[in-house]
């Protein structure tokens, strides 16, 4: 690993938060909350911590796929770090831990909160607190090969530690090209959302921060009832519609929106991405009806369709406490919990392209038990899949049972129950938000030890990171490779 070059680009990266953290001062201004010097002080100290270091380190052009997943890893602490500084100065949140949690939640648009009472924060805060979502979903690094070419010495290879999905989409030769496609696509969803949601009859300032915490999948509203406050059916199916679309892959939407229309149903991960949002609406729905829960069909199909929806692309909203629901429906929730969104897409999870081709792999095995002769091969459309991507799937799953039960053994140990300790790894290792019991949809994070929340937030960052750039960055022999740095006056 070239350390002087990874920091270097690290030191850019958290100059480039900094200028990030000034953008809720119009807000502030605008709502005299007086959290202006909280946002200053926060953008000086990430300005400095960068500062130093590209004074200190060298750049380094010969950057490789070792050194990606290092840029990555330090690029989204450190962000959460930053990301929590104006939490802290406001005076809203009761540590640095809770802080830290929050703003590695809004980052990694998991949307897992400790707050009881949204309101208690401050306009800017809350508009913070959604851009750190719109920031996240997308990802730090994309928006860095989109607006800095400076960072396009090793694009390749922090697109690929970056960005979710066992397989990645290139749109353009260059990488910076295809930054400023995905972040165009993202920009112009975003901006259409927020016209639809004003035009449902909310404010501007509630329509942005929903708006971009829909399209990142990340759940954060800027009231505690979320997206039940409106009470409006017209806000509801506007944010499906959004959520749906951001659990898509953004490489058919820039297809779709070049009128190739036809992509979205030739790409058979986006067909099993459907059904898998139909057939628990339908579920859920009959099993609620029957029991009860809802009397009015409308009513019915409404609110399992939204609570489907969210839950299926991690985003997290809620309209209604699922946990007060029948026995079945809270199973076929979970479930949908590990699936997430399509590969390419900002939702979180393991994504549907990795459990397709997992079905289709078992479907195969099963074949050849049966017929010990035939050759059999695995497609996703009409395409071969690659032995190497199927090796790297079950690599992943194995990654996955063993972070899952890793971080849920830690959580249960520092004394949480096991329902919700459980269900809390699941929420954030998938960058969901809410689970069961204690970290239900109608409670919230912060009656959890600070070890816990420590825990979560790393389950987090590795959920958001897709487990390889984390597990690669704790291997002893990862470090074993790292060179010295280089610093500025040795270079003469």
Same mark, same amino acid.
């Given at each position: ?7 270097? +680009? ?27 010097? $909280? ?65 590695? $939640? ?17 306009? $800017?805060?809350? !508009? ?6 719109? +920031? ?30 066992? %397989? ?61 406050? !409106? ?8 944010? +499906?519609? !959004? ?13 779709? =929106? ?46 399992? %369709?939204?609570?489907?929806? $969210? ?45 397709? =081709? ?97 825990? =979560? ?36």
């Amino acid at each position: 690993m070239h350390t002087d070059g990874v920091l270097n +680009i690290f030191g850019k990266l958290l100059i480039l938060i900094s200028l990030c953290l000034l953008a809720p001062i119009p807000f502030s201004i605008y709502y005299s909350d007086g959290m202006i010097g $909280s946002f200053v002080q926060s953008a000086i100290v990430g300005a400095i911590a960068g500062g130093i270091l590209v004074s200190i380190f060298m750049p380094n052009d010969d950057l490789g796929y070792r050194d990606g997943f290092a840029v990555v890893v330090l690029s989204w602490l450190g962000m959460a770090l930053l990301g929590a500084l104006p939490y802290y100065f406001s005076g809203k949140m009761p540590g640095f831990v809770d802080c830290f949690f929050e703003s590695m $939640s809004g980052f990694t648009t998991t949307g897992s909160t400790i707050l009881a009472q949204i309101e208690i924060l401050p306009e $800017s805060v809350l !508009f913070w607190r959604a851009m750190t979502h719109w +920031i996240g979903g997308m990802g730090i690094i994309v928006l860095s090969l989109a607006i800095l070419p400076l960072l396009g010495v090793a694009g390749m290879q922090l697109f690929q530690a970056e960005m979710p999905g066992p %397989t990645k989409d290139r749109l353009a030769p260059r990488m910076q090209d295809t930054a400023r496609i995905l972040w165009g696509v993202y920009f112009l969803f975003t901006l259409v959302e927020v016209v639809l949601l004003m035009f449902g009859g909310i404010g501007f300032f509630d329509a942005v921060c929903h708006a971009m915490a829909t399209l990142a999948t990340g759940g954060f509203s800027t009231h505690t009832a979320s997206v039940g406050q !409106f009470q409006s059916l017209y806000i509801e199916t506007v944010i +499906i519609v !959004f959520m749906f679309l951001a659990g898509i892959n953004f490489a058919l939407h820039h297809q779709g =929106l070049h009128g190739n229309i036809s992509a979205y149903w030739k790409s058979e991960e986006f067909r099993f991405y459907l059904f898998l949002t139909l057939f628990p609406i339908i579920i859920i729905s009959l099993v609620n009806f029957a029991n009860g829960i809802y009397t009015a069909w409308g009513e019915n199909i409404r609110t399992a %369709t939204f609570q489907v929806v $969210s839950v299926l692309t991690t985003t997290g909203f809620a309209t209604a406490d699922f946990d007060q629901w029948p026995p079945v429906c809270k199973v076929l929730l979970l479930s949908l919990m590990f699936v997430g969104g399509c590969a390419g897409s900002t939702g979180g999870g393991i994504k549907v392209v990795r459990l397709l =081709l997992f079905f289709k792999y078992a479907r195969m095995q099963l074949s050849c038990l049966i017929h010990p002769n035939a050759v059999s091969t695995i497609k996703i459309g009409k395409v071969k899949v690659p032995q190497e991507i199927m090796a790297a799937i079950l690599g992943f799953f194995a990654l996955y049972i063993a972070f899952f039960l890793g971080a849920s053994l830690l959580v249960t140990s520092f004394g949480v129950d096991f329902l919700t300790g459980t269900t809390a790894v699941i929420a954030t290792l998938n960058n969901i938000g809410p689970g069961l019991a204690q970290v239900g949809p109608a409670q919230n994070f912060a009656e959890l030890p600070g070890l816990a929340k420590l825990t =979560l937030s790393f389950c987090m960052l590795a959920g958001r990171l897709e487990l390889y750039t984390i597990a690669v960055l704790l291997s002893p022999a990862f470090w074993k490779m790292a060179r010295k740095p280089v610093m500025r006056w040795q270079v003469h």
